[in-house]
């Protein structure tokens, strides 16, 4: 009897393939992205082997192209992803996930005291540190890290 290793997945005739996401940020990338709530085909796979990762998540969504600002948002979770393109099954645009210097509307300042959580103010950030993410509010200029990230609703 053969011993297969790998699973086939149909491929998608057109959408997006987000691969090479940290295992552990797989499922915050659907819920910042709204996958839970997209109607059309969504394939998750998660602790798949990985040169680049040793372990690694992978998202197929059919019919679905990210905006920069989705883009920027898988950025501040899977800083090493690759953003794949598809249309007419064919790959079309390659791009790795890039944290952005400012960010603005989706992430939430960690200061409860900060006007952003208390009044209707657009949130707005510098990112001062990629490398271990970190961002200083406009406002308030506390920081916001990755264990204490929080995204808008």
Known sequence: MENKKELVVSAIENGTVIDHIPTESVYQAIRILGLEKYKDEVLIGNHLDSGKLGKKGII????????????SKIALVAPFATIIDIENYKVVRKS???IPDHIENFVRCANPKCITNAEVVPT?????????LKLRCH???????KETIKFSE
């Open 60 to 71: 197929k969504i059919k019919n679905k192209h990210f905006s920069d600002d989705e883009i």
């Open 96 to 98: 790795n996930a890039e």
């Open 124 to 132: 707005r950030f510098d990112v001062v540190d990629k490398e271990n």
């Open 139 to 145: 406002y308030c200029e506390k920081f916001t890290t």
